[in-house]
């Protein structure tokens, strides 16, 4: 008999509650089905091990979902099951009502989609905190691996890269050799390169040749050889990678990701944008050429960005330190709505230049900047050149000073 079933995350509610009570015929049947075709083991038994065991214990009710059970019920399938896994020398992690359900609620809370081995969340900080508690609570849990990965993943999606690097890092410590490993083993490379060690990304990378992501692994290493400004080399590599045989299989979102690497890494060491507007703030005239000497900091930011908001008190703090010497932050705003900007600007508390640009991506500065998303940062030096594109605080925290550090050469 051949079965096609279909994986779920929570099976036992499932087929237990909601297909019994919507579909009572169709489960009578498979009941029929499988009592005439027996569904034996590969070794010609009709009962698992944990069957067996759970028939020599005495319970008698196997088949049946735990929320089932009464707790002497249950109390007897976890120890049939764990009698089991010792004679077969297989780890089982029995899972109980509760366990099953808080999991449940924290995949609900931070609006976990899956698609394949892919995981798709809505970060949010209550979840987390639950979710940091419920790993530490159920240390062998059999949601483990999810649960490790939903970590990693709510962090990379939040822009959290540091702690998004550790939580990667610790994922694959445990299980490196699962179907979501691979994907995992990129984004730890990526997250390292965004908080700003793109030398040990390098070393990552190189550890991880042999794997079926490979051309894919030379976007990120692209990355970070921009980051430790060898430019050249990540030209080259982009443009090699842009023709090869192997891009002309990948995805569309792959190939637009791409091209925009490629555009940012063509956009450094070269002069910035020249721009001439006036800030919305203040009414002052603001210009690149106004910004000659200084460091320059262009930051296009909403105020329903979540890592902008997250990111910008940071960049206000480092402003007050380095503004006596030369720092200059010029924020331009793309909310549609004015007011919402202008509520953000006092949560931020900086005194500095803020252009609104209502029209989002099409307005005039995006467009001149390349800007497609939100957060997107350009770092300009005394002599008006790019030396660093979409980079986050961490970097900001070492590259600011490095740069005035440098004596303008015009």
Not at 8 to 15: G, I
Not at 65 to 84: D, H, I, K, N, V
Not at 135 to 164: F, Q, T, V
Request: proline letters at 4%.
């Amino acid at each position: 008999m051949i079965m096609f079933v279909a994986e779920a995350a929570f099976p036992e509610v499932l087929f237990g509650g909601l297909m019994f009570a919507r579909f009572p015929h169709l489960v009578a049947l498979s009941v029929i089905l499988l009592l005439l075709c027996g569904c034996s083991d590969p070794d010609g038994s009709t009962q698992s091990a944990s069957t067996e065991a759970a028939a020599q214990s005495g319970t008698g009710n196997s088949d049946q979902p735990s929320w089932a059970l009464s707790e002497e019920e249950q109390r007897q399938r976890s120890a049939a099951q764990l009698a089991a896994a010792n004679q077969s020398g297989t780890a089982v992690a029995p899972a109980s009502n509760e366990e099953d359900l808080e999991f449940k609620r924290i995949w609900s809370d931070l609006e976990a989609k899956e698609q394949s081995h892919l995981i798709f969340v809505n970060a949010n900080e209550p979840a987390l905190q639950r979710l940091d508690a419920f790993l530490e609570k159920y240390p062998d849990s059999r949601h483990r691996e999810k649960a490790l990965y939903l970590a990693a993943i709510a962090r990379w999606s939040s822009y959290n890269w540091a702690e998004g690097a550790q939580r990667y890092e610790a994922y694959l410590a445990e299980f490196p050799n699962r179907q979501r490993s691979l994907l995992a083993r990129m984004r730890h490379a990526q997250t390292l390169v965004k908080s700003d060690n793109p030398a040990l990304a390098l070393k990552v990378l190189d550890e991880y040749k042999a794997y079926n992501l490979a051309h894919q692994r030379e976007l990120v290493r692209a990355e970070a050889l921009a980051a430790l400004g060898r430019v050249d080399e990540a030209k080259s590599l982009m443009r090699e990678w842009m023709i090869a045989p192997e891009s002309q299989n990948q995805q569309q979102r792959t190939m637009f990701e791409a091209r925009k690497l490629l555009d940012r890494i063509e956009s450094l060491n070269v002069l910035a944008p020249n721009f001439d507007t006036y800030a919305y703030n203040n009414g002052e005239q603001v210009s690149l050429e106004g910004f000659r000497g200084k460091v320059l900091l262009v930051d296009f930011w909403k105020s329903t960005c979540n890592p902008c908001m997250t990111e910008l008190p940071k960049i206000a703090d480092l402003y007050d330190l380095h503004h006596a010497d030369g720092f200059e932050v010029f924020a331009v705003n793309m909310d549609t709505n004015v007011n919402s900007m202008e509520q953000a600007m006092e949560i931020i508390g900086a005194d500095w230049p803020v252009y609104h640009d209502g029209l989002r991506y099409d307005g005039e500065l995006a467009q001149l900047f390349g800007v497609t998303r939100c957060p997107h940062t350009v770092l300009i030096d005394r002599d008006g050149i790019v030396r660093a594109v979409d980079i986050r605080y961490d970097a900001l925290e070492r590259l600011v000073p490095e740069l005035l550090k440098q004596p303008t050469t015009n």
